[in-house]
């Protein structure tokens, strides 16, 4: 006897760290046994979930994301990188400035908004892109800014993936070295200031033909790239650059262990981890 599908389904909801996932095959002599086995589980589960609740709203007050963003945000303005902040509806116009266009695995990806002239932004590149060409014009090298918020991508789900995540893009344009020993270096910087683990390789981009990944726990956190790059006329860029994405909750759910990014993106059923109806 093995346990119901709503019992499996009640211990995955739980199980934030997905640790449970070898306990849910275990087969039993009695309906008895079973119950009792469940009901143990769940009460366990449960407690772990109450704890990170209480941890959240008596002791952080503050949520993973808003954490992370903060630490980071901490670390690059110390590098003297500026945040600036950027419109997330998108003309249809910049993401095709960004070669993405209908044939693109991208462009299945996107919201569109009042019929198809605005998007939700799946990606801060090109407002970046358009504010460092402004800067480019008036500003002494190097020019390093950053942006942390929300982005958009029609996604078919999976452990990994978020309709709706928060994105940290930094940019260093002209910069102070060769542009992938740069990149290695804010990749270092940043890794090191969260005192978190990974690995770098490389990658192909639909977007920007090479980038380089980072890596942590085996799950791509960040996505790296540096130009000078085919996609820099469209914006008017001359100088060099290094640049990286990072996908805060996908930095989370690695670096924490847990099992599933929904946990720790913006949720009505899910906060740092933890279910609401426990
Ligand atoms: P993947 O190959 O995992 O779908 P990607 O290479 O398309 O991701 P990038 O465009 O490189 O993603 O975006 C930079 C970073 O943003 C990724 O490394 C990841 O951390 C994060 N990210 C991208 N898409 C999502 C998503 N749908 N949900 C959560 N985080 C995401
Ligand atoms: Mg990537």
């Not at 039993?28 to 959240?56: G, I, T, V, Y």
């Not at 309709?163 to 930094?170: A, G, K, R, V």
């Not at 390789?201 to 956190?221: A, Q």
Request: proline share 3%; glycine share 8%.
């Amino acid at each position: 006897m093995q346990f119901t599908s709503g019992q499996r389904q009640r211990i995955r909801e739980l199980d934030i760290f997905g640790e449970y996932g070898e306990l849910l095959e275990g087969n039993f002599n009695s309906l008895e046994e079973r119950e009792k086995k469940f009901k143990d589980l769940e009460n366990e589960l449960a407690d772990k979930n109450h704890e990170q609740l209480k941890e959240l709203t008596g002791q952080k007050f503050k949520s993973d994301v808003r954490i992370y963003e903060d630490k980071l945000r901490k670390i690059l303005n110390q590098e003297n990188f500026t945040e600036v902040m950027t419109p997330i509806r998108l003309a249809r116009g910049k993401l095709e400035r960004m070669g993405i266009t209908s044939g693109d695995p991208l462009w299945q990806q996107i919201y569109w908004l009042q019929g198809g002239d605005y998007c939700l932004r799946p990606m801060h590149a090109p407002n970046l892109y358009e504010i460092l060409s402004r800067f480019e014009k008036n500003l002494e090298k190097p020019v390093r800014i950053f942006e942390v918020g929300s982005c958009f991508r029609k996604e078919s789900s999976g452990s990994q993936h978020l309709s709706e995540f928060t994105m940290l893009n930094l940019v260093e344009l002209g910069p102070v070295n060769e542009p992938i020993s740069r990149l290695e270096e804010i990749v270092e910087l940043i890794m090191d200031g969260m005192e978190i683990d990974y690995q770098m390789i490389g990658e192909k981009s639909s977007v920007y033909g090479e980038t380089v990944d980072v890596m942590v726990n085996d799950i791509e956190i960040g996505s790296g790239a540096v130009g000078p790059h085919e996609l820099d006329k469209a914006w008017d860029i001359k100088d060099s650059w290094a640049g990286i994405g990072i996908g805060l909750e996908r930095l989370i759910m690695a670096n924490k262990g847990i099992a599933s990014i929904s946990r720790v993106g913006r949720s009505l059923i899910y906060q740092d981890g933890a279910r609401l109806n426990i």
